[in-house]
C-alpha cells in the first residue's frame, strides 16, 4: 500500500464502491430482525399496523432528502469529507447579497453539531442491536442467559472490531460491504419468501391482517408519523456517501448515483418486501413464544403484543416458520442470525467512516479539537476519530444492550432520529437556498422537492413531540429523555464554539474560504 500525501485521503472509489458503502449503511434485514420489537411496541402495539405505510412514508421522505443531497453533491463535488457541514457553508457563500454570506460560518456550525448527534449516536445503536444479537445467538446456542458483563464485553469487542476495520482504510471497508450486503439480502430475500409461503399454506390461524391489501391499506396518519419516527432508522445512510467524496475517483458523477441507487435497492426494493412479508405472516402462532408471557387482559393483536415483548421477534418467527415448513427452525434462525450480525458489524463499520469523516472536516476547520483532524500516514484514515468515536459507541451500546431493556434503546433511537429529521430538513432547505440564483435552477427539481423534503422532515420532527405529549406510559417517557437528550447537545454546541481555543483560528479559516468563494452564475 502506497502513501499519500500528508493531509490527504485516498481517492479509490469507484461508483460501485461508494454505492455499496451506502448499501451497507442501510443494511436491508439487518433493522427488520433489529426494530420489529421498537415498531410493534409503540404504544402498547396500537400503531404497529401502520408499520408497513410508516415506512413507506419515511422512504417518500428519504427520497425527497436525497435527491437533495445529490443535487448539492453534483454542484459541490469538492465537499470532501464535510457533506451537509461543507453544503451549508458553500450555499450561503455563493449568494450576491452579503447578508446571507454573513450567516454561513453559523449554518455550518449548525448543521455539522446537529450532524454529530445523528452520526455519533448511530454506531452505538448499531453496537446495542450487536451486543443483543450476540446474547440472542449465544443464549440459543448454549441455552443459557447472558449475563451483565460477558453481554457488556461482547459489545465493547464488537465495537472494536469495526473500529480496527475503520481505521485500515476505505478500500478493505468497501470489500467488506459488498460480500456484506450479497449474503444479507440473499438470506433475507429467502426468509421473505418462506413467510409468504407459510402464511398462504397456513390461512387458518389469527393474523394480524385479514389479508394482503390490509398490510398496504393505511389506518391512522398520525399512526403512520409514530411508525414513520422509527422506520427512518431502516432508511438512514444514504446520503453517507457524501462524506466520502474526498475518496471517490469521480465525486462530480458517482456520489450523485451513488446516493439515490442505494436508497432505492436497499429501501425501495428489499425493506418494502421484507416488512410486507414480515406484517403478513405475523399471528399468534408465529410470534409464539414460550418465554414470554403476556399481561392479563391485553389483546394479542394478532401477534403484535407478543413481538413487542420480545428482543428478537423476527428470530421466533423464523424459528416457529421453519419449524413448520422445513423441520429445522433452531437451525435457520441461528443461521438468519448470524447473517443480520454480520451485517450490523457492516452497518457499524459504515457508521463509523460516514460519523468520522464529517468530523474530520470540521476539525480541519479548527471548529472540533485538533485531535479529530489527524490522518494517519499509511492509511490515509482519521485515526483520532475513529478512536474516539469507537470509545464513545462502544460505552453507549452497553448503555443499551446491557442489561437488555427496550426503553434504553428507544431513548437512543428517538435522540439519534431527531437529529437525522433536523439534518435532513435543514439540508432540503440548504439546496433552496443553493439554487435560488443559479442559472440552471428548476422549479421541480431544486424547489418543489427539497421544500416538500423540508415540510416532511418537520412533520417529522412534530410527531416525535406529539408523540412525548399523547402516547403515554413508557414511549412517552423515552421520548421526553430523548428530546431531552437533543437540548442538552444544541446547549453543549452552544458552549463549545463560545469556549474553542481555536475559535480565533477558525474565523480565519472561515474568512480566507470567504475570500475565495465564487459567485452564484448569472442567470440567463
Not at 305 to 315: E, K, M, Q, R, Y
Request: hydrophobic share 50%.
Amino acid at each position: 500500500m502506497s502513501d499519500v500525501p500528508s493531509g490527504e485521503m485516498r481517492r479509490s472509489l469507484t461508483l460501485t464502491g461508494i454505492t455499496v458503502n451506502a448499501m451497507a449503511l442501510i443494511a436491508p434485514g439487518a433493522f427488520l430482525w433489529t426494530t420489529f420489537q421498537i415498531q410493534a411496541s409503540q404504544k402498547g402495539g396500537t400503531t404497529a399496523t401502520d408499520m408497513w405505510t410508516g415506512l413507506l412514508f419515511a422512504l417518500v421522505l428519504a427520497l425527497l432528502t436525497a435527491y437533495s443531497y445529490s443535487e448539492l453533491a453534483r454542484i459541490y463535488p469538492d465537499a470532501g469529507a464535510g457533506s451537509s457541514y461543507y453544503f451549508a457553508e458553500a450555499a450561503l457563500l455563493d449568494r450576491e447579497g452579503p447578508k446571507m454570506r454573513a450567516f454561513a460560518r453559523t449554518a455550518k456550525l449548525t448543521v455539522g453539531w446537529i450532524s454529530h448527534l445523528y452520526y455519533w449516536l448511530y454506531p452505538s445503536i448499531m453496537v446495542g442491536f450487536m451486543g443483543i444479537l450476540f446474547g440472542y445467538l449465544y443464549s440459543a446456542i448454549f441455552h443459557h442467559t447472558l449475563t451483565y458483563i460477558p453481554q457488556a464485553i461482547g459489545c465493547v469487542s464488537l465495537a472494536l472490531v469495526c473500529g480496527y476495520i475503520a481505521f485500515r482504510g476505505i478500500s478493505g471497508s468497501t470489500m467488506t460491504a459488498i460480500i456484506i450486503n450479497v449474503v444479507q439480502i440473499t438470506c433475507l430475500v429467502a426468509v421473505s419468501f418462506l413467510f409468504i409461503a407459510y402464511r398462504l399454506g397456513h390461512g387458518h390461524e389469527i393474523y394480524a391482517f385479514a389479508n394482503a391489501g390490509k398490510v398496504v391499506i393505511p389506518h391512522s396518519f398520525i399512526h403512520i408519523i409514530y411508525q414513520s419516527t422509527i422506520a427512518i432508522l431502516l432508511l438512514v445512510g444514504f446520503e453517507s456517501v457524501t462524506a466520502l467524496g474526498s475518496e471517490a475517483l469521480r465525486p462530480e458523477k458517482d456520489i450523485k448515483k451513488g446516493v439515490l441507487l442505494s436508497l432505492i435497492i436497499q429501501g425501495g426494493i428489499c425493506y418494502l418486501f421484507e416488512y410486507f412479508a414480515a406484517n403478513f405472516v405475523t399471528s399468534t402462532t408465529t410470534t409464539a413464544n414460550a418465554a414470554i408471557t403476556l399481561p392479563p387482559g391485553t389483546n394479542p393483536l394478532g401477534g403484535f403484543s407478543s413481538a413487542a415483548l420480545d428482543p428478537a421477534p423476527i428470530g421466533t418467527v423464523v424459528k416457529n416458520v421453519a419449524a413448520t415448513t422445513l423441520h429445522a427452525g433452531t437451525a435457520v434462525s441461528l443461521i438468519v442470525a448470524a447473517t443480520v450480525l454480520i451485517a450490523l458489524l457492516g452497518t457499524t463499520l459504515a457508521c463509523l467512516n460516514t460519523g468520522v469523516r464529517v468530523t474530520y472536516a470540521m476539525a480541519k476547520d479548527k471548529e472540533m479539537p485538533g485531535l479529530l483532524s489527524l490522518l494517519h500516514g499509511r492509511f490515509a484514515t482519521p485515526h483520532g476519530g475513529i478512536l474516539v468515536l469507537t470509545l464513545i459507541s462502544a460505552a453507549i451500546g452497553v448503555y443499551c444492550a446491557t442489561p437488555y431493556n427496550v426503553d434504553n434503546i428507544t431513548q437512543i433511537t428517538l435522540a439519534s432520529n431527531t437529529g437525522t429529521f433536523l439534518v435532513y430538513g435543514m439540508t432540503c432547505i440548504v439546496a433552496v437556498v443553493a439554487f435560488a440564483e443559479r442559472h440552471d435552477k428548476h422549479l421541480l427539481k431544486h424547489m418543489v422537492i427539497p421544500g416538500l423534503g423540508a415540510l416532511m422532515n418537520l412533520a417529522e420532527l412534530c410527531g416525535v413531540v406529539y408523540l412525548a405529549i399523547t402516547a403515554g406510559g413508557a414511549t412517552s417517557k423515552d421520548t421526553y429523555k430523548a428530546l431531552g437528550l437533543v437540548a442538552l447537545w444544541i446547549v453543549l454546541g452552544v458552549v463549545w464554539v463560545a469556549v474553542n481555543p481555536n475559535k480565533h483560528d477558525a474565523r480565519k479559516v472561515h474568512e480566507d474560504r470567504t475570500v475565495r468563494a465564487p459567485k452564484a452564475p448569472t442567470p440567463v
